[in-house]
């Protein structure tokens, strides 16, 4: 089958490799009907080290179940699904309380241990506790939308819950990139009365105000963080989104927080240490976040996807084939594209 495979930093190629299959009794067979390049495709794509072997790429897709292994229950042949970007058994401790992404018994898509999905098909580990069957039309106008569900959308969401998000309160959202236009959808929806996105890519800031954002900083760094104090009324937003994970992000993250306010951070974290460790000890502010478990939020979310409250889908501003997939890591890298959407 064919697969997106990166080799090195710069090198993504779609190479021939063995079929995705059966392994375990609990595996599920995918044929991928969407995937996408997220946006932490792009550290590796900045800074892998070179191998020989190459990783099989991409952590977010839907699709139709062609097979299943002799010990899964729940998922059967020819359900439309949602593959969320950890897999996860459902049942230990953490999973029950709805932390999936730290299952004891689970991982990660795309690396050396279970392929990703940047492909025509996805062996999905755990399948009963991992995937989520739809039970929607497969209506394509709703097929980004879907797809945003297995993480991004997802992303966004925890992003806000972590950020303690909440009807009439101040919500500022670090980063314009995908994730940090769903965490403007999110905030919206959980109410917050204000939402000041902070970034300057002029499509992303139209698009995140079509979203519900009511005030945008263009500023970094010091400047921004005096920007939203100045907004604010000098205290500061009380629930603030961290949607990049670099050292500069983080750092205008816990700056813009005011006193006993909560940062919620999903960035994937770029650097070692914190910043304004004592600057954020004396705000008493929360600060919280982490992988998201998007399994969890996927019932929550869906039926406002499905009834056309919300459409995340449209952070997706371009759409390729397989063959064309390393020229959209190109275009995002460069800014050129928010977020690419892959028809395998």
Same mark, same amino acid.
């Given at each position: 089958?064919?697969?997106?495979?990166?080799?090195?930093?710069?090198?993504?190629?779609?190479?021939?490799?063995?079929?995705?299959?059966?392994?375990?009794?609990?595996?599920?067979?995918?044929?991928?009907?969407?995937?996408?390049?997220?946006?932490?495709?792009?550290?590796?794509? *900045?800074?892998?080290?070179?191998?020989?072997?190459?990783?099989?790429?991409?952590?977010?897709?839907?699709?139709?179940?062609?097979?299943?292994?002799?010990?899964?229950?729940?998922?059967?042949?020819?359900?439309?699904?949602?593959?969320?970007?950890?897999?996860?058994?459902?049942?230990?401790?953490?999973?029950? *309380?709805?932390?999936?992404?730290?299952?004891?018994?689970?991982?990660?898509?795309?690396?050396?241990?279970?392929?990703?999905?940047?492909?025509?098909?996805?062996?999905?580990?755990?399948?009963?506790?991992?995937?989520?069957?739809?039970?929607?039309?497969?209506?394509?106008?709703?097929?980004?939308?879907?797809?945003?569900?297995?993480?991004?959308?997802?992303?966004?969401?925890?992003?806000?819950?972590?950020? *303690?998000?909440?009807?009439?309160?101040?919500?500022?959202?670090?980063?314009?990139?995908?994730?940090?236009?769903?965490?403007?959808?999110?905030?919206?929806?959980?109410?917050?009365?204000?939402?000041?996105?902070?970034?300057?890519?002029?499509?992303?800031?139209?698009?995140?105000?079509?979203?519900?954002?009511?005030?945008?900083?263009?500023?970094?760094?010091?400047?921004?963080?005096?920007?939203?104090?100045?907004?604010?009324?000098?205290?500061?937003?009380?629930?603030?989104?961290?949607?990049?994970?670099?050292?500069?992000?983080?750092?205008?993250?816990?700056?813009?927080?005011?006193?006993?306010?909560?940062?919620?951070?999903?960035?994937?974290?770029?650097?070692?240490?914190?910043?304004?460790?004592?600057?954020?000890?004396?705000?008493?502010?929360?600060?919280?976040?982490?992988?998201?478990?998007?399994?969890?939020?996927?019932?929550?979310?869906?039926?406002?996807?499905?009834?056309?409250?919300?459409?995340?889908?449209?952070?997706?501003?371009?759409?390729?084939?397989?063959?064309?997939?390393?020229?959209?890591?190109?275009?995002?890298?460069?800014?050129?594209?928010?977020?690419?959407?892959?028809?395998?």
């Amino acid at each position: 089958m064919k697969a997106t495979v990166m080799y090195k930093a710069g090198d993504v190629r779609i190479d021939n490799v063995p079929d995705a299959r059966i392994i375990n009794p609990t595996d599920a067979l995918v044929r991928v009907t969407r995937a996408c390049i997220c946006g932490s495709d792009l550290w590796p794509y *900045k800074a892998m080290e070179p191998s020989e072997t190459g990783v099989v790429m991409g952590h977010e897709a839907i699709g139709i179940v062609e097979d299943v292994g002799e010990d899964v229950r729940n998922i059967k042949r020819g359900d439309f699904v949602i593959m969320p970007f950890a897999w996860s058994d459902g049942t230990c401790e953490f999973c029950a *309380k709805g932390l999936q992404t730290a299952c004891v018994h689970g991982g990660f898509f795309g690396n050396a241990e279970v392929a990703g999905a940047q492909a025509e098909a996805v062996r999905i580990p755990l399948a009963d506790g991992t995937l989520f069957s739809l039970a929607v039309p497969k209506d394509d106008a709703l097929m980004a939308s879907l797809l945003t569900l297995s993480d991004v959308m997802g992303t966004g969401h925890h992003a806000a819950v972590a950020a *303690k998000v909440a009807p009439g309160k101040i919500a500022a959202v670090v980063g314009d990139g995908a994730v940090g236009l769903c965490g403007v959808i999110a905030a919206r929806r959980l109410g917050a009365e204000q939402i000041i996105m902070l970034g300057h890519h002029r499509d992303r800031i139209a698009l995140a105000e079509e979203f519900g954002a009511t005030d945008v900083v263009k500023e970094r760094g010091a400047e921004a963080v005096e920007r939203v104090l100045a907004i604010t009324g000098g205290l500061g937003a009380h629930s603030v989104l961290e949607c990049v994970g670099l050292e500069q992000s983080t750092a205008t993250a816990l700056g813009i927080v005011r006193a006993g306010g909560a940062v919620g951070r999903v960035g994937v974290p770029q650097d070692t240490t914190i910043p304004l460790g004592d600057e954020s000890f004396y705000k008493n502010a929360t600060i919280a976040g982490g992988p998201a478990p998007v399994r969890a939020y996927i019932e929550e979310l869906l039926p406002d996807i499905v009834e056309g409250r919300i459409n995340p889908g449209r952070v997706f501003d371009r759409t390729v084939n397989l063959d064309a997939v390393p020229d959209g890591y190109r275009a995002m890298n460069d800014r050129e594209s928010i977020k690419v959407l892959i028809e395998p």
